[in-house]
Each structure stands twice: as C-alpha cells, then as structure tokens.
C-alpha cells in the first residue's frame, strides 16, 4: 500500500495535487528538497490531527458538513505549528524553509491528501502510514523534477516554448514514466 | 494605483490575464477535472461561482479586515463559499457532483481565487470585485473546457459526451462523436496528456497574442500566501 501511495498513484503526477508548488519552486534542486521535506512534515502532521478531528468531532456530532472549513483551519494551524517547532528546534533547518512554510497551507495536496484519508476510511496507523508515504511520493517528484529543470535552464528552447509550456512537457514524459510503476500495485 | 475600467476587467478575465493560460494558477482542477470537455465545464462554473460570491464578500468587508489577519479570513471566506456550493451541486447535480469528487473542496486550496481576493477584491469596491471574480472565473471555465475538449477529442473521439446526464436533458444536442473509437489515444485521458495539452495549448495563446503584437507573458506560477 505504501508503495502504491508513493509511485503508482503518485499525488502530483497521478492525482494532480499541489501543481502549484510543482511548477513553482522547482527551479533550484535544493529549493524542491527543502520544499518537499517540509510539505511531508506538514502533510503527515496534519492528516493524523484531521483523522482525529473527523473521527471524534465531526463524525460524533453528524457535523460532516463542516469538513471542508475544519480542514483547513486545521492545516492551517500544523503549519505554523511547524513552523514554531522548527524554529525553536533547529535554526538552521528554519533559515532554509522559512518562506516556504506559509505557503504549505495553500498547497492542495496537503487538503487533498487529508480528504482522501476521509473517504478511505481506514485506520489510524494505515491513515499515516498512507499520508506518509503519499507525501514522501510528493517529495521525490519534486526533486526529480527540479533536476531535470536545472538541466533545462541550460538547454535552447524555442522562445514560444520557453517557461512554463516547456515544464508542463517535460512534466508530461515524467509521467508516463511513473505510469510504468503502475504495474507494482493493484491499489 | 489605476483605475479599472469594466472593460479591462472583462478582457483581463477572459483572455489577457487568463487565470491558466497566462497566470497559471488552479493547476490542480485544471490537470484532474479535464478528462472531458463536460467535466472542465463543470469544474469551471463551480469555481467561477465561489469566486464570484467570496470576491463580493471580501471586497464589501474589506475595510474591516485588517493587514494581519486577511489570509486566514479569506481563506475561510472562500472555504464557507465552496461549502455552500458543495452542498449546492450535492443536491442538486447529483452526477456531476460524484464525477468531480475531491476537487469541489478542493477549490479551497485551489490558488486563483485566493490570488483574485489577494491581488483585488482586497483594494477595490465591490461591484468591479463581482465583475473580476466573475469573469476570472468565465476565463478559467473557458480554459478547463478548452483543454478538456481538446483531451476528449483526441483521446476517445467524442465532444460533450454525457452532458445531458451530468447538466440535465437539455443539453443532449451537444454530445457529439467526432472521430471513431479506434482512433482514440487513451493517452490524452491519462494524466500525461493533462500536461502536454496544457503545454501546448499555453504556447498556442502566445502565438495568437504575439499574431496580435502583443508581448508575450513569460511569467510562470506565483502562489500567494
């Protein structure tokens, strides 16, 4: 299940969850790993606080209606929890995320990630195991593709091409890769 | 700071500033959601509605929501909008509801009407803030049911196919077949045909721009927040 979470149904290139931070920080490799390290944080934290909120909150009061607006309150506060913890335990890890870390609140794959949680109904360990491995799935597209971006900031692309059109092929080849781990898990 | 005509905002929204095209914002529904030119369209009318509501409503509270603190009330401004529509579509457009799924709360997190609020509603009277919310909204309903067209067309041949289940009977003259199903490409379905009909047809507005004489936007995704 692990393994379908992170390579089959990758959440960027099969699920298309947080394009935005896909084509938008990937210029620079480190920029993308940091980028990735603290979306995984996020994603994990965030999805077991919602598998408890909709467990004991939501489901208990019939208040389902609510989801979308408790979600998001709540990822909204594992980001500046994450944001606290990491300043006060590591400086130096803070130094390098630091813009990064509000913007985790808008990337749809932390949303999107808690959601599906939801609606598989699954446990709490499978719940995390699930975020988990979804968000280190997340992590490593974004390396991937930050590299192959680096390489192309050096190669001659047609001037109508340049940017974003090109990013979105390249993007496109990537995953037809990842469609090739398809075969791994049936899940 | 200039003033904003309703004509610049129209041709803002719909082409000149193209929430996908050119701003690439709300990537997200964009790839998911445009299997079909039917599901873009959906996806596209419920987003333009939850921009157009909560730009209204930022822009009339706008004197009231300080510096500090406008993220978080915009975000949950929007998040009550998309909730309403949520339910709203649940009730009322029971399939296309199930087709479209996850990416109805997902308009929360989607970038563009966060960016609309950030970058007008929040500075402008209300009225004009109706009209940018609106037509931003238009303009990516046009972009999803272009990219959606192009991807139904290529990969499985038909235009609009079950509108009329998804929009009600009404709309049964415009499911088309174009191509036989041989000739489909699954592919273009699949999510790499997401991002190279994206790639592609984001070339083709710059060519019709530079056609134009106009300067071509290299910009590339900016979330705010």
Redesign the interface.
Same mark, same amino acid.
């Given at each position: 299940m692990m393994v379908g979470a992170a390579l089959v149904n990758n959440v960027i $290139? !099969?699920?298309?969850? #947080?394009? +935005?931070?896909?084509? #938008?920080v990937t210029t620079r490799i480190d920029t993308a790993a940091g980028m990735g390290l603290a979306t995984t944080f996020v994603i994990t934290v965030s999805s077991m606080a919602d598998w408890a909120v909709q467990r004991w909150l939501l489901d208990a009061y019939g208040l389902g209606?609510?989801?979308?607006?408790t979600?998001?309150?709540v990822i909204?506060s594992a980001v500046q929890f994450t944001e606290m913890t990491v300043k006060k335990v590591s400086p130096a890890l803070f130094q390098m995320l630091g813009i990064y870390l %509000?913007?985790i609140?808008?990337? +749809?794959a932390? $949303?999107?990630v808690a $959601?599906?949680l939801v609606?598989g109904r699954m446990g709490f360990i499978g719940a995390t195991l699930f975020a988990f491995a979804s968000s280190l799935g997340y992590s490593l597209v974004m390396v991937i593709f930050a590299g192959l971006r680096e390489r192309l900031a050096l190669a001659q692309v047609p001037r109508?091409? !340049? #940017?974003? %059109?090109? #990013?979105?092929?390249v993007?496109? $080849?990537l995953?037809?890769a990842f469609?090739g781990f398809s075969g791994i898990s049936t899940n | 700071m200039k003033t904003t005509t309703t004509k610049t905002i129209i041709k803002d929204g719909l082409w000149d500033n193209n929430g996908v095209f050119s701003m690439?914002?709300? =990537? /997200?529904? @964009? =790839?998911?959601m445009t299997t079909s030119a039917t599901n873009g369209f959906g996806m596209g009318v419920a987003t333009a509605v939850v921009m157009a509501a909560s730009s209204l409503l930022v822009s009339a509270f706008r004197s009231r929501i300080t510096q500090e603190v406008r993220? &978080?009330v915009f975000?949950?401004i929007v998040?009550?909008m998309? @909730?309403l529509v949520?339910?709203a579509m649940n009730a009322f457009m029971h399939e296309l509801y199930k087709v479209l799924g996850?990416f109805i &709360?997902?308009i929360?997190?989607? /970038?563009l009407p966060?960016a609309r609020l950030e970058a007008f509603a929040a500075k402008e009277p209300v009225l004009p803030s109706f009209l940018d919310g609106l037509f931003m909204g238009i303009g990516f309903t046009f972009a999803l049911t272009a990219i959606g067209a192009v991807r139904e067309i290529v990969g499985s041949g038909t235009l609009f196919a079950d509108a009329s289940l998804l929009l009600g009977p009404g709309f049964k003259f415009m499911e088309l077949r174009l191509l036989p199903p041989s000739m489909s490409v699954l =592919?273009m379905i699949?999510? &790499?045909?997401?991002?190279?009909v @994206?790639?592609?047809l984001?070339?083709a507005k710059?060519?019709v721009d530079?056609r134009a004489g106009k300067e071509?936007q290299?910009?590339?995704?900016? /979330?705010v927040?």
């Amino acid at each position: 299940m692990m393994v379908g979470a992170a390579l089959v149904n990758n959440v960027i $290139l !099969a699920r298309f969850l #947080g394009l +935005c931070s896909f084509m #938008g920080v990937t210029t620079r490799i480190d920029t993308a790993a940091g980028m990735g390290l603290a979306t995984t944080f996020v994603i994990t934290v965030s999805s077991m606080a919602d598998w408890a909120v909709q467990r004991w909150l939501l489901d208990a009061y019939g208040l389902g209606f609510l989801r979308t607006v408790t979600f998001i309150l709540v990822i909204a506060s594992a980001v500046q929890f994450t944001e606290m913890t990491v300043k006060k335990v590591s400086p130096a890890l803070f130094q390098m995320l630091g813009i990064y870390l %509000p913007l985790i609140t808008t990337n +749809c794959a932390v $949303l999107g990630v808690a $959601l599906l949680l939801v609606e598989g109904r699954m446990g709490f360990i499978g719940a995390t195991l699930f975020a988990f491995a979804s968000s280190l799935g997340y992590s490593l597209v974004m390396v991937i593709f930050a590299g192959l971006r680096e390489r192309l900031a050096l190669a001659q692309v047609p001037r109508l091409f !340049a #940017g974003p %059109p090109i #990013g979105f092929i390249v993007a496109s $080849l990537l995953a037809m890769a990842f469609m090739g781990f398809s075969g791994i898990s049936t899940n | 700071m200039k003033t904003t005509t309703t004509k610049t905002i129209i041709k803002d929204g719909l082409w000149d500033n193209n929430g996908v095209f050119s701003m690439l914002l709300g =990537m /997200c529904p @964009t =790839m998911a959601m445009t299997t079909s030119a039917t599901n873009g369209f959906g996806m596209g009318v419920a987003t333009a509605v939850v921009m157009a509501a909560s730009s209204l409503l930022v822009s009339a509270f706008r004197s009231r929501i300080t510096q500090e603190v406008r993220i &978080p009330v915009f975000i949950l401004i929007v998040a009550a909008m998309v @909730t309403l529509v949520d339910l709203a579509m649940n009730a009322f457009m029971h399939e296309l509801y199930k087709v479209l799924g996850l990416f109805i &709360p997902l308009i929360v997190s989607n /970038c563009l009407p966060l960016a609309r609020l950030e970058a007008f509603a929040a500075k402008e009277p209300v009225l004009p803030s109706f009209l940018d919310g609106l037509f931003m909204g238009i303009g990516f309903t046009f972009a999803l049911t272009a990219i959606g067209a192009v991807r139904e067309i290529v990969g499985s041949g038909t235009l609009f196919a079950d509108a009329s289940l998804l929009l009600g009977p009404g709309f049964k003259f415009m499911e088309l077949r174009l191509l036989p199903p041989s000739m489909s490409v699954l =592919m273009m379905i699949l999510p &790499p045909g997401g991002f190279l009909v @994206t790639g592609l047809l984001v070339v083709a507005k710059r060519l019709v721009d530079l056609r134009a004489g106009k300067e071509i936007q290299m910009g590339g995704a900016h /979330c705010v927040a």
